[in-house]
């Protein structure tokens, strides 16, 4: 139901790298999940996009900064796996030239 | 006087805390030791903390201070508990028992932490879980699975596993769980202790690592019904930090039996061959014991449940997938490096998240993905509400409907691992509670014999949104508890 090659396009979307036997399994494991899910298939529904969990409603708050303890936001960087100064390090992005 | 954990609840314990029969800090001391003792077999821990004993010393100095000044204390001061490894105390390890956070530390308290602290609970440490709250046995732990008490050649069910055994074992008096799809009753029901999962909306999520967001709450695991509802009490309520928390009154209160409350029974969901015999009977004997204790039982229809479980295993997966991005390796946790700033990205992930992890996210983007999206996701939503009207048409004529928590009791470490359809099935009867928003709760309900041994089993009931007072009301009195 699902190729190797479908589940190749999925891993890159989900930025997960497969090996070779993952693929292999991953296609039989998806194919019993897929037939046991496409039973959903058969349901007479009216396909409307407005989906709730019974009354809920959003509730916001207003957009203001609440915390600026250094305390914290050294506990924050220091989560990071790669810190400069307050920074948090990652790889070049872009190329030289 | 000596501390006898076997039959201590939160109920007596905070008895003798206040008459100063004991003190939080020998109660916490007799924990630990408890759990040094039997911890080694179960795994239900991950760790302990090294401060609990500090946090018990304050608790009696409130217990003191109450005592002097005649005020009222919490029923939690002084009571020790266990949290999820998915749930944040600051400054704490928090890793999901997952390895790409493995040595992640939470930089904040969740609300429902904040709110035990203030009521004076005591952390013991925290229990182990399947990762990420993904799976229903805790074997898809990066830390080992979790045995079961009862015998620990089975599982102790999932995710909330650690929590579940650490009160089964006496290594807690409760435990914070969360459920997405079945995580605190399953592993209550496998392990023979209650487990809450309340209303969408009761408790703040703000602190718990999100899985599922339209289907994760946070609830308790105790000994018993009034326990369980004595910490929902102490951790419910309005948090602004949550956007999706309801108030007292979004939903009106509704009954119709009129000493007792009416509880139905969807027989024809019950008819299937998926179900354990053992299990089947110890809910008939459940349902006979309600109608001598005086309940009308009353047989309900509930069309489109059977379709439940399929529509979970596309929505949660889907959740899953989108709330399982931001685990990059830039901000925090796991970063192991690959030729470029992208491929960190795919190798972090690959070593950092487990088997069944890869299996939702994969699964998730695969029913999100253009082409798939009205056929599983969409319709899926569809289905969703088509069983919550089912439910919600119930609850005109009942007000409680009663169905077995998991179709078997503890299965055999490993004897589900390899087939994950098998292992899905399990929460045929908990995902629609999650599905619908509605409360349910699991409490014991007898025990089912496996080859001479005595493995418990649960009965769930599902009330109306918000109406978390009859399932503690009806747990109670079948429970037999005053």
Known sequence: MI???????????????????????????????????????????????????????????????????????????????????????VKKILNNT | MKIDLKSLTIKKASDHLKKGDFSAVELTQAYHDEITKKNKDINAYLEVFDDALDAAKQADEKIADARKTRKEI???????????????????????????????????????????????????????MDEF??????????????????????????????????????????????????????????????????????????????????????GPIAKTASDAEIVFNAIKGNDLKDGTMIKDNTYTKKRIGKNKPVIGVPRHFLAGDGIDHEVLKAF????????????EMKEIKLPNISYALMVYYIIMPAEVSSNLARFDGVKYGLRKNGKDGIDDYFETRRVGFGREVIRRILLGTYVLSSGYYDAYYNRANAVRRMITGDFLKAFESVDAIAMPTAPSPAFKIGEKASDPVAMYLEDIFT?????????????PCGFAENSGKKLPVGLQLTARHGDESTLFETGKDFLGES
């Open chain 1, 3 to 89: 190729t190797e090659k479908e589940l190749e396009r999925l891993a890159i979307l989900a930025r997960i790298k497969l090996s070779e036997g993952d693929k292999k399994s991953l296609v039989k494991e998806f194919d019993s999940i897929l037939g046991y899910i496409d039973q959903l298939k058969k349901v007479e529904v009216s396909l409307d996009a407005s989906a709730r969990v019974g009354s809920v409603k959003n509730v916001t708050r207003p957009d203001v900064v609440e915390n600026t303890s250094r305390e914290d936001r050294e506990r924050l960087l220091n989560e990071a796996p790669d810190r400069q100064g307050d920074f948090i390090a």
């Open chain 2, 74 to 128: 919490s029923p939690l001061a002084g009571i020790p508990c266990g949290v999820k490894d998915n749930i944040l105390i600051k400054g704490k390890i928090a890793s999901a028992a997952s390895k790409i956070l493995e040595n992640y530390h939470a930089t904040y308290d969740a609300t429902v932490i904040k709110k035990l602290a203030a009521n004076g609970a005591v952390f013991l440490g925290r229990t182990n």
């Open chain 2, 133 to 218: 709250a993904m799976g229903g046995s805790t074997e898809n732990s990066a830390f080992g699975v979790t045995k079961n008490p009862y015998d620990l050649g089975r599982v102790a069910g999932g995710s909330s596993g650690g929590s579940a055994a650490a009160v089964a074992m006496d290594g807690a008096l409760f435990a914070l769980g969360s459920d997405t799809g079945g995580s605190i009753r399953q592993p209550a029901s496998f392990c023979g202790v209650v487990g809450l999962k309340p209303t969408y909306g009761a408790v703040s999520r703000y602190g718990v690592m999100a899985m599922g967001s339209s289907l994760d709450q946070i």
């Open chain 2, 284 to 295: 008939n004997e459940a349902v006979d014991l309600f109608k001598a204790k005086g309940y």
């Open chain 2, 431 to 443: 995902v629609t509670a999650n599905l619908t928003g509605l409360p349910a709760i699991s409490i």
